[in-house]
């Protein structure tokens, strides 16, 4: 395959950039660092940029070859569309700026504003130094917020050498093109595959749910300052309404027609690529949250004795005390008064069970997850607040246990489950579990996610506005995360992302059970 020579040049001037930041990264990601990156190596001026040399579409034409596999504007559609440019940004806000008057100093005993403090950059800037906890403001980029790397990147973002691979004009053979190199591979050179449903999901988690182990995590002291809640999250509609800035394998000739369409890209023909990362996501988050409980309960002290309350379900605490409750009509688990482990995907993530064991024929599996599911709500049970530092390890181990069964699930999922019919099914028994009246489980951001999901199992937005029950659960439990569209305010800038926050914490207070099995009772049918 010959090479035009003007994509030939531009392509050695982006490895030239890439190679400058490759080789000063490299320089400095040894155990002698510096306390301060240098201007030049700051990502912002070499990482995204860099992308968009490509990605934003104006050399479209000199890539020609690349037609069916990239859609050319994803840098576009992420600086237009997509919330992450704005993460560092938000910190400056004025609800930021209120949360920096009242947050204590942070784990070093520091007072620094929330702009600089490394638990609100791990997940509103981008961290270069993920494998390494150096906990200063000059290891995170804040040029863009969370860019392109913060997602696509495994290793040291100054140092991925797949940024320059990847483009490699001097690779002519077609079997020897990152396209067509494994997953593994390309993971050995810093590129997430982000097209592995679980890996996607887990990247999404780390913010979206937490990851101790990267210093990730919202704690029940930033809630308290203000924090917005943070929702459960249903990832493939997270991914949707950002917007979307991939197409499924469906939709990409290079990999709709090739070969190894499984092994490389995760793409079967006769699947619902959508559903699939909606089911296996649901396992994922719920896995997300059990290794919150693990990790911190493996950690505590004397100064933290117990876990976090933001590990807890907000809603055992945060109800209104006052006037007829759904809560004191719901049958509720575990014993009366104890406070809830916040395993909002546990909902979602049963009815994948159910779906896959039937239609795998492993009828066992559900049953597992349940009497699983139940030793962990009897291990919170036996302390007033899940567990205490001396007392930890009944409940690490039941936690751990029900882990263990969704990283088996996990394999089985792998067969070709998520087939057009089978979604069908899948569908009908998401909205069966809705309309069901004996789901003490279903609270607020659990129902949110089912409906959600249901959501991706029938993405026709036509259909939403022209069928009535649809536009009615719509209106009472959006079947979107955000709008289509990025809204603008009077200014022309986008709308903050609190709003939304407001919006889906006044549908919290006012959900009802009772008008949820009615809105999905004719789905169930």
């Known amino acids: 395959m010959r090479f035009r020579s003007a994509r030939t040049l531009l392509i050695a001037a982006m490895l030239g950039i890439g190679y400058i930041a490759l080789h000063v990264g490299s320089s400095i990601s040894g155990q002698d660092q510096p306390n301060k990156l240098p201007d030049a190596e700051r990502p912002g001026n070499s990482a995204a940029a860099t992308c968009f040399g490509c990605h934003r579409g104006e050399e479209k034409e000199n890539f020609r070859d690349a037609q069916d596999m990239i859609l050319f504007n994803e840098s576009k559609t992420w600086k237009e569309s997509d919330y992450h440019q704005l993460a560092y940004q938000a910190l400056s806000s004025p609800l930021g700026e209120k949360m920096n008057t009242l947050l204590p100093s942070d784990k070093s005993g520091r007072k620094l504003h929330v702009t600089k403090r490394s638990e609100c950059l791990s997940c509103h800037a981008v961290d270069l130094y993920p494998h390494q906890r150096w906990y200063e403001p000059e290891s995170f980029d804040t040029h863009e917020g969370v860019n392109c790397l913060a997602c696509h990147s495994t290793e040291d973002r100054v140092a991925g050498q797949w940024r320059l691979t990847h483009m490699d004009p001097a690779i002519m053979r077609e079997e020897e093109r990152w396209r067509n190199k494994h997953p593994d591979t390309k993971a050995l050179q810093g590129q997430r595959d982000l097209r592995d449903p679980k890996v996607r999901a887990q990247t999404c988690n780390n913010c979206h749910i937490g990851n101790l182990q990267q210093g990730k995590f919202v704690t029940h002291d930033m809630y308290a300052a203000g924090h917005p ?214 609270v607020p951001d659990s129902a949110q996610q089912m409906v959600w999901a249901f959501g991706i199992l029938n993405d026709d937005p036509a259909e939403w506005e022209r069928t009535a029950a649809y536009k009615e659960l719509d209106k009472y439990m959006p079947l979107r995360v955000r709008p289509a569209k990025m809204e603008l305010d009077s200014a022309g800038k986008p709308v903050p992302l609190a709003k939304y926050s407001q919006d889906r914490s006044r549908r919290c207070a006012d959900y009802r059970p009772d008008e949820l099995r009615r809105l999905m009772t004719p789905f169930s049918k």
């Open 229 to 442: 809640p943070l929702a459960g999250i249903e990832v493939m509609a997270y991914s949707r309404d950002q917007q979307m800035h991939y197409e499924f394998g469906k939709k990409l000739r290079h990999i709709s027609e090739h070969k190894n369409a499984w092994e490389l890209y995760h793409y079967r023909k006769d699947e619902d690529q959508a559903a699939r990362q909606m089911a296996v996501g649901a396992i994922v988050s719920l896995r997300s949250t059990l290794s919150l409980i693990v990790d911190q309960s493996a950690n505590l002290s004397v100064d933290n004795p117990i876990l976090d309350y933001a590990q807890f379900d907000c809603y055992s605490c945060h109800h209104d005390l006052g006037g007829e409750s759904w809560r004191q009509k719901a049958r509720g688990e575990g014993k009366p008064g104890r406070v809830r482990p916040r395993l909002w995907s546990k909902p979602l993530a049963r009815v994948v069970v159910q779906h896959a064991a039937e239609i795998t024929k492993q009828t066992q599996l559900l049953g597992e997850f349940d009497a699983a599911y139940k030793d962990v709500l009897a291990a919170f049970d036996a302390h007033p607040l899940g567990v205490q530092l001396g007392e930890e390890r009944p409940l690490r181990d039941k936690v751990l246990a029900l882990d263990a069964l969704c990283a088996a699930f996990l394999k089985v999922q792998e067969a070709e489950i998520y087939t057009k019919e089978n979604v069908k099914v899948l569908k009908q028994m998401l909205a069966a579990e809705m309309a069901s009246a004996d789901r003490p489980d279903l």
